[in-house]
């Protein structure tokens, strides 16, 4: 009897030391252009920190989002650049774009630096060989899973396959930033999207303009599902769920990034949800939106049945985020619309081109695992503390015990402190988006926050966007929507801000628009 209890002891301590050994599964779901105000969580606070319902919060419907939020911390202040590659190439590499330079969309097919962008700028995006958190994460153990929108680099680059970027498996990942269609009768190619296209050719030749070289916006590796009655976010989530029971039946951790191709246009309506907005007073192309939104909530809600199923859901962290502020279709790019009541959309220089909905928590809470207990994380908790995209990186090589190599620059800082829903004091609050590109809907400026405070500097005032001002300077304690231009009534601080932006490019190494000549536009201290 007494060999037999020292058995079982031994037993029961090795698999404690298993367990406390044993890396969790991370989902990083990233939804294409939704941003802070389109889901029926409350991003928004007050003075407080208590979250403010909103009008558009009413209009969306998210109900595994709100079970999400209530297992985990959702973040008021998450930052990312106001255009789709940057960020998630900065969330790959933990770098600020600036550095990276991959400060534009890319264009599948064309350098779009823009008439006066950089030459410099990464239109090539990532490589083969480059530092990338799922090469990282693949080399510590772990199975690389892809699926969904990739936009990494151009065609012809090999870095458009996300399996040549540390991967082990992409679904559906490619060159392209939209599919030509969500619907699986039209094979995802967009039939109307091909002939749109083709018309579209036959002018630029009869105007004697040059015609661009073109592919087509099918996203890859779907074939299963061409000619059939389904939508693309169920496809992809059907895909993504074959993945984490092969994973799981070998027993491997797992990082899924999940690309939702969702809710980026077309607006396509999901048949399965737009009947929930027939009665909505919101224009044809905004119920379609909405109803995309909600086709994305279900696909968060299918995952997260899934790891209960498998019994799996304590060993899971779950992050979700958009790329960059809103393209819902309601409003100017620059006004208090689609992202109300914050000021602007994607691609714009207003906090509602760079302000994301952020979410973490545990698929579900079991504090005394180990996982969790490296990671505690704060149920319904709102953290208030600002935060960027390129955080997430550090984040998960802390979690998971993995090294990153000491000549990758790393801007990101460990969500850690925060996840807990706590203040850090020592955290700074700063942030730098840089656009050195046009023409767009905001055309060639910086960014830079620090505390309460933001500027933004036009590099051309004439451009449509700069409405023929150098600087805006906003106080966003005080006028968080961004009301209130006070460059001209707060000189000091201005020039306080500008130093401080200044400084921030030069660590990046940044590269800047061109005047005619082809010298850089350099910022200058007011």
Known sequence: MKTLHCIVMACLVLAGRAAAS???????????????????????????GRPQTQELNRFYRTPNLEALAARGVRFNQFCAMSVCSPTRISIMTGQNAARHRTTNWINPDTDNAGSQGPPQWNWRGLKPGDITLPALLHQAGYRTIHVGKGHFAPREQPGSNPATLGFDINVAGASIGQPGSYYGLQDFGGKAATQAATNKAKKNAKAQSPKPKRGNNQPPGLEAYHGKDIFLTEALTLEAASHIRAAAAQKQPFFLYFAQYAVHAPFNADPRFIGNYKDSDKPEAAKAFASLVEGMDKSMGDLLKLLDELNI?????????GDNGSDAPLGHEHAVACAAPLRGKKGSHYEGGTRVPMIAAWAKAEPAHPAQQRLPIAAGAIQTQQAAVYDLFPTLLEL????????????????????????????????????PHGPHRSHYFTLWRDGDWKVIHHYLPSAPSAGGKSYELYNLRQDPY?????????????????????????????????DP????LLPKLP
């Open 22 to 48: 044993s890396p969790p599964n991370i989902i990083v779901m990233l939804v294409d252009d939704m941003g802070m105000m389109d889901c029926s969580v409350p991003f928004i606070t007050d003075a407080q």
């Open 313 to 321: 859901a304590k060993d899971t962290l779950v992050i979700f985020l």
């Open 400 to 435: 998971t015990n993995t090294k990153t190599p000491p000549t990758h620059v790393v801007d990101g800082r460990s969500l850690a402190p925060l996840l807990q829903g706590k203040p850090q004091p020592d955290r700074p609050q700063q942030f730098l988006m840089h656009y």
């Open 482 to 514: 961004e009301q209130q231009d006070l460059a001209n009534r707060e000189p000091t601080q201005l020039r306080r801000m500008m130093q401080g932006m200044i400084e921030a490019l030069k660590a990046n190494n940044a590269v800047y628009p061109i």
């Open 517 to 520: 000549q082809g010298q850089p």
